[in-house]
């Protein structure tokens, strides 16, 4: 096999993987909407790609390495703006608990 094919490999796959999370940081970060993101996933997720990192360095493998510091970036600015915006929507009352008042009859004049 050639040297050069698997740094080929790595390196669209790690286009590919890491370009799959900047639509949804586009999206969280524009709309501040992060209610239907999971918490746990991208802690998980991010403790992979510190962990995916460490190998990298460990193995000497530059794509692994650019690539994974890349999704962890990403990834976790999906997890901060999820954090935030967990937090800001726990201060604010909510909708639902907010007393409605019928609206009064029209009286007659």
């Known amino acids: 096999m050639a040297d050069w ?7 669209i796959a790690g286009i590919l993987s890491t370009s799959s999370f ?9 709309e501040r909407d ?4 999971s918490k746990r996933m991208y802690l998980v997720t991010v403790a992979a790609f510190v962990l995916w990192t ?3 360095f460990l193995i000497g493998a530059m794509p692994l390495i650019v690539f ?3 999704s962890l970036s990403l990834s976790g600015t999906i997890l ?13 009352p909510s909708a639902a608990s907010t007393s409605r008042r019928e609206p009064e009859a029209a009286r007659p004049g």
């Open 54 to 56: 460490a190998y990298g």
């Open 34 to 37: 992060t209610a239907a993101i």
């Open 80 to 92: 901060f703006l999820k954090v935030r915006n967990d937090r800001s929507e726990a201060r604010a």
């Open 22 to 30: 900047v639509p949804q940081v586009l999206k969280a970060w524009r």
């Open 68 to 70: 994974n510091l890349l």
């Open 5 to 11: 094919l698997p740094t080929v490999l790595a390196t």
